[in-house]
T-cell receptor
């Protein structure tokens, strides 16, 4: 049981390049999330998904797109990377509300992205 | 909109001394509350969580936190810190099943950086 995994762990991009971050979970969780962490800002929600084929915007969605084609995977895409997107990206997952009184989110190890 | 305030950006404590990290939240309903710890270059580890019931919750590594509804606070405490406790600590709030649940993500505070003096 690997929990939540993220690929890649590190990446350096040039401005304007594109890339996709992959998040995978093996806990059969319905909900998945992408956050970014910047110094002095804590974690901020980018996008989230409540199930296959459904996504929603979080607090800071601009410049990112997401897809959830399979329940276990949640992809975060940067179509045209900008230096402001230099950050550490965390994926998280949790069970659907109501199945039990516990909405603890389980976090992946993070992806450190630098945009030059 | 919900928010979490961690008033102390940095805290320095001597090894063996007691610790209290402050967290205040603003939320329209009964929230779920969490404390996470992050060591340098690492992911987030859940220290403890509050859902309902006893307002004093115990967590891992000897940490505890007390939920005070009247003060909208969820402060983290430890009676005696160890050098290995040096890390970044985050308080977070999320929707509870008692407030309708929902898929909303967690709202995090900006973190408190804990420094341990020998």
């Amino acid at each position: 049981n690997a929990g939540v995994t993220q690929t890649p762990k590190f990446r350096v991009l040039k401005t304007g390049q594109s890339m996709t971050l992959l998040c995978a979970q093996d806990m059969n969780h319905e909900y998945m999330y992408w956050y970014r962490q910047d110094p002095g800002m804590g974690l901020r929600l980018i996008h989230y998904s409540v199930g296959e084929g459904t996504t929603a915007k979080g607090e800071v969605p601009d410049g990112y797109n997401v897809s959830r084609l399979k329940k276990q995977n949640f992809l975060l895409g940067l179509e045209s990377a900008a230096p402001s997107q230099t950050s550490v990206y965390f994926c998280a997952s949790r069970i659907r509300s109501g199945r039990q009184p516990n909405n603890e989110q389980f976090f992946g190890p993070g992806t450190r992205l630098t945009v030059l | 909109a919900q928010s979490v305030t961690q008033p102390d950006i940095h805290i320095t404590v001597s090894e063996g001394a007691s610790l209290e990290l402050r967290c205040n939240y603003s939320y329209g309903a009964t929230p779920y509350l969490f404390w996470y710890v992050q060591s340098p270059g690492q992911g987030l580890q859940l220290l403890l969580k509050y859902f309902s019931g006893d307002t004093l919750v115990q967590g891992i590594k000897g940490f505890e936190a007390e939920f005070k509804r009247s003060q909208s606070s969820f402060n983290l405490r430890k009676p005696s810190v160890h050098w290995s406790d040096a890390a970044e600590y985050f308080c977070a709030v999320g929707p509870s099943m008692y407030s309708g649940g929902g898929a909303d993500g967690l709202t995090f505070g900006k973190g408190t950086h804990l420094i341990i003096q020998p």
